[in-house]
């Protein structure tokens, strides 16, 4: 959606090399920063979140970093191994209960 | 499993019929979501839906309807399916005490 802005749309990488993925968004009022993965013919899952209290959260090999003064957020993956491959989506949620996605981010990562 | 699901899987139409896609949910939420996707634009929300007859729109909610008369069944209709709605839909549920989504299987939907 308009309201958040997702880049890049497209992303290739060498296996073992950090994948980075970035979304702004408008609404200063937004609280909470979820990242969805989609594998191909798969629906979405959730694999990190954020709330605006913390600056970064860590699981394993994915982090997501806050900047709610720019209003961006980010995703990073290192040590990124060919099963990571899938369409990223961020969201950010407008007015507590709807959210907005991101237009994703295909990412490649070759072994 | 408490899950989400979606009937049909498929789904291949004609401009101007009527059709309906169907979501269910054993998860116990209380919200549930509509949502289009399309190669490109990411997920659109459609409508939403916070209890059993609450319904709102969402950012791309002409030419579509909802339904939710119980809490467990979100319906989205097309009254007269045009071609531009080809596309994945996707339905959604949330807690009320959590933040995440879960997602339906999806939708595929073709209108000739």
């Known amino acids: 959606g308009e309201n958040v802005e997702q880049h890049p749309s497209t992303l290739s990488v060498q296996e073992g090399d950090s994948a980075v993925i970035k979304c702004t968004y408008s609404?200063?009022?937004?609280?909470?920063f979820p990242w969805y993965k989609q594998e191909l013919g798969k629906r979405p899952q959730l694999i990190i979140d954020i709330r605006s209290n913390v600056g970064e959260k860590k699981d394993q090999r994915i982090a997501v970093t806050l900047n709610k003064t720019a209003k961006h957020f980010s995703l990073h993956i290192t040590e990124t191994q060919p099963e990571d491959s899938a369409v990223y989506f961020c969201a950010a949620p407008l007015t507590g209960n709807q959210f907005y996605f991101g237009t994703g981010t295909s990412l490649t990562v070759i072994p | 499993d408490a899950d989400v699901t979606q009937t049909p899987r498929n789904r291949i139409t004609k401009t101007g019929k009527r059709i309906m896609l169907e979501c269910s949910q054993t998860k116990g939420h209380d919200r549930m979501y509509w949502y289009r996707q399309d190669p490109g634009l990411g997920l659109q929300l459609i409508y939403y839906s916070f209890d059993v007859k609450d319904i709102n729109k969402g950012e791309i909610s002409d030419g579509y309807s909802v339904s939710r008369q119980a809490q467990a069944k979100f319906s989205l209709s097309l009254e007269s399916a045009i071609p531009n709605q080809t596309a994945l839909y996707f339905c959604a549920t949330r807690g009320t005490a959590g933040n995440e989504q879960f997602f339906g299987p999806g939708t595929r939907l073709t209108v000739l």
């Open positions: 609404d200063s009022a937004s609280n909470y």
